[in-house]
């Protein structure tokens, strides 16, 4: 069965510094990739994905993630956050052919001034 | 609405009781799934519905759990004789494709649930 691991539960970090949100997935399988955002009180939104083509994706909030087979892995970066990058952060895979998310138990990213 | 919309935002119910979760999703969309947040756990799959048929179901923890989807449109998730560890945010999201992995999933706020 498919599973996500996401390393780091809570990553503080200073503003305008930059960060890595790790995540690794188990499969041997062609599979899409996608990180998820949740602020604050808020609903989880979409923040990039991957599935066809080139490895690299970004979001247009400055956010990139990198597709690597070899090494099952979709790290989020950003080179630079801001306060308001503040929220759980959650990545996730699903197969093809099915339809279904698996998700990661999230990271926490708290950016301080 | 323009979005997955979900009711109650929050429930307080006492263990034993029943309880009913509904979600209205996105206008058109025929794929629709319901998640479990809980403290410590992430986010679990539940039941996903294309159309009016649940083709996956295997994420609904017990018997106790159950969900319906009538008209390819509003879904309801019931959880009867509650306990404890129910307690949980439960998502509702909503696709316009289905069988895709890639489909883009709309999630809705969440009903917070609260079993005393």
């Known amino acids: 069965a498919q599973s996500v691991t996401q390393l780091d539960s809570q990553v503080p970090v200073f503003e305008e510094a930059p960060v890595e949100l790790r995540c690794n997935y188990s499969s041997s399988v062609s599979v899409y990739l996608f990180w998820y955002v949740q602020y604050p009180n808020q609903g989880l939104q979409l923040l990039l994905k991957y599935l066809s083509g080139s490895t690299l994706v970004e979001s247009i909030n400055g956010f990139e993630a990198e597709f690597n087979k070899s090494q099952t892995s979709f790290h989020l970066r950003k080179p630079s956050v801001h306060i308001s990058d503040t929220a759980e952060y959650f990545c996730a895979v699903s197969d093809l052919d099915t339809d279904k998310l698996i998700f990661g138990t999230g990271t926490r990213l708290q950016v301080f001034p | 609405g323009a979005g997955v919309s979900q009711s109650p935002s929050n429930k307080v119910t006492e263990k034993g009781k029943d309880v009913e979760l509904r979600c209205d999703p996105i206008?058109?969309?025929?794929?629709l799934y319901w998640y479990r947040q809980s403290l410590g756990q992430g986010l679990e799959f539940l039941i996903y519905?294309?159309?009016?048929?649940?083709?996956?179901k295997s994420g609904l923890p017990s018997d106790r759990f159950s969900a319906e989807r009538t008209g390819g449109s509003v879904s309801t998730l019931t959880i009867q004789r509650t306990q404890q560890e129910d307690s949980a945010v439960y998502l509702c999201?909503?696709?316009?494709?289905?069988?895709?992995?890639?489909?883009?999933?709309?999630f809705g706020p969440g009903t917070r649930l609260t079993v005393l």
């Open positions: 206008s058109g969309h025929t794929a």
């Open positions: 519905f294309q159309g009016n048929s649940a083709p996956d």
């Open positions: 999201a909503s696709s316009s494709e289905g069988l895709a992995g890639g489909a883009l999933k709309y």
